[in-house]
Nanobody, 130 residues
Framework: QVQLVESGGGSVQAGGSLRLSCAVS????????MGWFRQAPGKDREGVAG????????YYADSVKGRFTISRDNAKNTLYLQMSSLKTEDTAMYYC???????????????????????WGQGTQVTVSS
């Protein structure tokens, strides 16, 4: 059974940094898509950053390029999202997700744009104040 547990959220002032973690268990496929999404109140869910684990390709939303970095620690089965230069508009619930189908750089972008992931965590709140 696939399980994802996010942590690391909290409150920070604009310009600050946070690192989110997602502990993953039950995943056996080595070429999966993994990603971070966020949803603010009254807004649609947004794919923030994604990783095609088999090929090492990454995806970033335009709104976070240059500020957020997605990474993975295979030994710890943990996905990370390093967030820097945070803005008030980054305030949202952040979710990690994974998908056990084959992931390439091409379909990673499609899956991130459409939220086409099989397994989701419960989320961790990030609040950025001015």
């Amino acid at each position: 059974q696939v399980q994802l547990v996010e942590s690391g959220g909290g409150s920070v002032q604009a310009g600050g940094s946070l690192r989110l973690s997602c502990a993953v268990s039950g995943v056996t496929y080595s070429r999966a898509c993994m990603g971070w999404f966020r949803q603010a109140p009254g807004k649609d869910r947004e794919g923030v950053a994604g990783l095609a684990t088999g090929v090492g390709a990454t995806y970033y939303a335009d709104s976070v390029k240059g500020r957020f970095t997605i990474s993975r620690d295979n030994a710890k089965n943990t996905l990370y999202l390093q967030m820097s230069s945070l803005k008030t508009e980054d305030t949202a619930m952040y979710y990690c997700a994974t998908d056990q189908r084959y992931c390439s750089s091409n379909n990673l972008e499609v899956r991130m744009a459409r939220g086409l992931f099989e397994h989701w965590g419960q989320g961790t709140q990030v609040t950025v104040s001015s």
